[in-house]
């Protein structure tokens, strides 16, 4: 198995997620290289040859041009797989350069069973094997699915390459989230509200719970995408990564986005009506209840 | 202006899944279904458009069998004027590439202005349809937006990034967007409009009319996923249950040290 390994770049550095890559290549076994549209300033630790397109040049975020760079390394290589992250710039990119080459891709793989690729279904309730019926295929792999397992090591050979592809979108910058508020990755007790809590009054329960506690609130993606909780008290990959003490999760299901950014807490309490709820999978303990009678019976116990 | 939004009906994600006798999908009996979560902001933003720009057809397009014409039908109560329902009894069958396929063969020579989709579907969640439409018809593409402006055949899209950055993208119509959650207040229809609803066109397309290539994936196995091990599971009286937990907080963490 042959594979073409993309990285990744964000406001001129390389970012770590381009390391989940190399432990799915080693896991996999057989030959890479690796693809970045990135800068010598801030080269990856990997022993292959890197083909490296100029970011200064082509932009952080360019799609038309992002493909063209990679299908003439595709030509070269003739790599088996290109492998993506599963992330703004993967699920964007690998698609484009999938129909391109012709090539089945298979989406969010979090494990390899039997040369099928496993990738989740309906919020991870059910576990998918997958395989291409082409030639070669391109994967994008969840976040933290693959880790390496010791520290990034190696000198990558650097090839420098040039296109001339058009342009079809223009990017502007990015835009930092409005700056202030709490970095709950710096707390040690956090308690977070799901879309369970049900309308924004009951906000309060889980406040009252985490202020008990001596700890932050936090909140999932539902709940502060309805403007219940400011956007930084978001916990998972678009908001923050926590890894407190102790995390209680509240009325959350567990969708993958969230659970990425908080299963590294040491210990995981989740409050929930559903037994089955993925969050259950994290969870060091699974409470199954109602969190508008139980958080607030907790509290009380706990202020008592 | 002419606007396409393409939306898929899923199952409620809190269902209990079972493993249909095949084990190659979930059993769909006992389901209930509702509109992708996404799709309801992409279809949000496509009515949006048509009322800012002041005139145009939106049209809404699903595939799948007989029962996903309920959920066509909010669409067309929260605005769009018409539906293409693509009928496919096995559309859990096709890949995302036959999907795109599908949607492209009806787009292209439709002339459409804009084309909204979700960033991805909750149940299947590859990311891909949209972007492969794109690519198929040849569109400029801007994916995981939550933040849309059209000014004057210009679209100012903002991208949701990792960690809360996001990412000025601009293009020139017609474009095609996926819709990220949170990129506007979807409408709940009203009762007036979901009876006039029930008068709107909603045509329907055979599948076999609109697919002309083969799947590029395969799905050998479908299961549940094991259970984390060790993970306690604590059920009964609320009050039993706080005094469970304190007592395992006390002994297993050092938050009360």
């Not at chain 1, 509200?193 to 936090?218: H, T, V």
């Not at chain 2, 069958?93 to 396929?101: G, L, N, Q, R, V």
């Not at chain 2, 149940?123 to 004057?152: K, W, Y």
């Amino acid at each position: 198995m042959k594979t073409l390994l993309v990285a990744e770049y964000r406001d001129g550095r390389l970012l770590g997620s381009t390391y989940d890559l190399v432990a799915f290549a080693s896991q996999l076994g057989g030959e890479s290289a690796m693809f970045l549209v990135g800068s010598d300033s801030d080269l990856p630790q990997y022993d292959g040859t890197l083909y490296l397109a100029d970011s200064a040049k082509y932009g952080e975020f360019n799609p038309s041009v992002h493909k063209q760079l990679l299908l003439d390394v595709i030509d070269k290589e003739q790599p088996d797989m290109v492998v993506f992250n599963h992330s703004s710039y993967g699920w964007d990119l690998a698609p484009r350069v999938a129909l391109a080459m012709g090539a089945a891709q298979i989406s969010e793989v979090v494990d390899i069973v039997d040369g099928a690729l496993v990738t989740p279904v309906c919020n991870a309730k059910l576990r998918r094997e997958i395989k291409a019926k082409t030639a070669k295929c391109v994967v994008t792999l969840q976040a933290g699915a693959f880790t390496l397992s010791g520290e990034p090591s190696g000198t990558v050979a650097v090839e420098k390459i040039e296109c001339d592809a058009k342009s079809l979108v223009v990017f502007n910058g990015y835009e930092e989230s409005e700056a202030g508020g709490v970095d709950l990755s710096k707390a040690e007790i956090i308690v977070s509200a799901g879309r369970g809590i049900g309308k924004p009054e009951n906000l309060e329960i889980i406040r009252s719970l985490a202020k008990a506690l001596k700890g932050e609130y936090g909140a999932s993606r539902p709940v502060v995408d309805s403007e219940w909780a400011e956007h930084n008290r978001q916990v998972g990959t678009t908001g923050q990564t926590v890894s407190p003490k102790l995390y209680v999760a509240c009325g959350i299901s567990g969708a993958i986005q969230h659970i990425a950014g908080m299963k590294k807490s040491e210990f995981i309490v989740a409050v929930n009506t559903d037994r089955d709820a993925p969050i259950g999978e994290v969870a060091d303990v699974l409470v199954v209840a109602d969190l508008k009678q139980f958080v607030p019976a907790l509290t009380e116990r706990l202020a008592g | 202006m002419k606007i396409l939004v393409c939306m898929k009906q899923v199952p409620d994600m809190e269902s209990k899944f079972r493993i249909n006798d095949q084990g190659s999908w979930y059993d769909e009996s006992d389901l209930a279904w509702r509109m992708n979560e996404y799709d309801e902001y992409s279809v949000e933003q496509a009515i949006l458009l048509k009322e800012q720009v002041g005139e145009g057809d939106l049209t809404v397009l699903s595939i799948g069998p007989k029962r996903i014409q309920e959920t066509m039908k909010k669409a067309l109560a929260m605005g769009c004027d018409r539906g293409v329902h693509v009928n496919d009894v096995k559309v859990h069958e096709k890949d995302p590439f036959e999907i795109a396929s599908i949607i492209a063969e009806f787009a292209k020579d439709k002339n459409f202005d804009m084309i909204f989709t979700g960033m991805q579907s909750q149940d299947r969640g590859s990311g891909q349809v949209g972007v492969l439409v794109a690519e198929m018809l040849n569109l400029p593409c801007i994916t995981t937006i939550v933040d849309f402006a059209f000014d004057n055949g210009t679209v100012n899209a903002k991208r949701e990034l990792e960690g809360g950055v996001k990412a000025k993208v601009s293009a020139q119509a017609p474009v095609l967007v996926t819709c990220q959650l949170g990129l506007n207040s979807p409408r709940y229809p009203t009762l007036p409009n979901i009876m006039k609803a029930k008068k709107k066109e909603l045509a329907v397309v055979e599948v076999g009319d609109l697919l002309t290539v083969e799947s590029r994936l395969e799905t050998p196995k479908i299961s549940l996923p094991e259970k984390k091990s060790g993970g306690l599971i604590l059920e009964g009286e609320v009050g039993d249950l706080v005094e469970q937990l304190v007592t395992l907080l006390k002994e297993r963490t050092t938050v009360f040290a």
